[in-house]
């Protein structure tokens, strides 16, 4: 709350220069990170290289990672790190070892045409985007002091999520049968 | 104070999700689609992080959805590449353009006068205009 205000005062002054260096600092790493982020997105979806696309998406889950951390989440933050850079990127390696040589260029992408209807298209997509959270009224946050601790995650999750909680368990339990038996599955003899 | 204030992380998330679509749209390998819609779910765990920390009156709430949407990310994947092992299994490629089974009624060489099928016939080294 504080700092929202803090951040209201700092814009409405005329961006005078009244922040400490530790914000700086802060400011500075929330800025890395955000650069992370975008720059593995891009570097994602625009390489011929497949090795590289798992590259890129990894350099964004740890933009993500760190926007986390700044969202008052550290749990969240390894959660990411632990979930999406550890276990997801891994089994994405696996599958492009199995198939393709690791620096094949594997696609050719769109091109001519469908390129230049592609990518105004999705420019336009995110500046649309930007104008409607930027023309949105946000409702005022909520006041007073809020427990963003893991102790009341873990409590909501066995609470009030407790379905959900057991839910996701089983899915993920199914998910790994399912794949064992897709991949065990006899080869079709021709 | 970009890192105090919520705009920053919807853009962010919006240029994941848009990112993540054209990845998806644009991408010929499984993989390559498979690590977009990735994506698509990051940027949506972004979001519901954002509007936890600055709007949620119980904060923990958007924590649990994010950590479920991670989840159901990582069952995803796994079901992907699995299906991917299978399908090199069987047909020995994993490239979307030579699995064209049941197109069986349309000749492989076709002439190159029909347009409509062009885009699904070429093979991955061809230039297409």
């Not at chain 2, 949620?56 to 796994?78: C, D, K, N, R, S």
Request: net charge neutral; with cysteine.
């Amino acid at each position: 709350m504080d700092a929202l205000l803090r951040a209201r005062v700092f814009f409405r002054s005329g961006m005078r220069f009244s922040m400490s260096w530790p914000d700086i600092f802060l400011e500075f790493v929330f800025g890395l990170f955000v650069v992370l982020t975008v720059c593995g997105g891009l570097l994602a979806v625009r390489t011929q290289i497949l090795m590289y696309t798992v590259l890129g998406a990894a350099v964004a889950f740890l933009g993500v990672a760190g926007l986390f951390m700044f969202l008052n989440s550290t749990f969240l933050a390894m959660m990411q790190i632990l979930i999406y850079l550890g276990a997801i990127c891994i089994v994405l390696v696996f599958g492009i070892m199995v198939g393709y040589t690791p620096r094949q260029v594997a696609e050719q992408g769109i091109r001519g045409q469908n390129l230049l209807l592609a990518v105004p298209a999705c420019v336009a997509a995110v500046v649309l985007l930007r104008s409607a959270v930027g023309r949105t009224i946000w409702p005022a946050p909520p006041d007073g002091q809020r427990d963003f601790s893991l102790v009341a995650v873990g409590r909501q999750l066995l609470e009030q999520y407790a379905l959900a909680f057991e839910l996701i368990s089983v899915l993920l339990l199914i998910a790994i049968i399912g794949a064992i038996i897709v991949v065990t599955v006899k080869e079709d003899p021709r | 104070m970009l890192s105090q204030d919520m705009k920053t992380y919807l853009v962010v998330a919006a240029f994941l999700l848009i990112i993540g679509v054209y990845g998806v749209v644009q991408r010929r390998s499984f993989i390559g689609m498979l690590i977009s819609a990735e994506l698509i779910l990051t940027g949506a765990g972004l979001n519901f992080m954002a509007f936890n920390r600055f709007m949620a009156p119980v904060p923990a709430v958007g924590q649990v959805f994010t950590l479920i949407i991670m989840g159901i990310a990582a069952a995803e994947t796994a079901i992907g590449v699995s299906f991917i092992l299978a399908v090199y299994r069987q047909f020995k490629t994993i490239d979307p353009i030579q699995l064209n089974e049941l197109q069986e009624s349309i000749p492989h060489e076709a002439p190159e006068d029909d347009q409509v099928l062009a885009p699904c016939r070429r093979s991955p080294g061809d230039k297409v205009a």
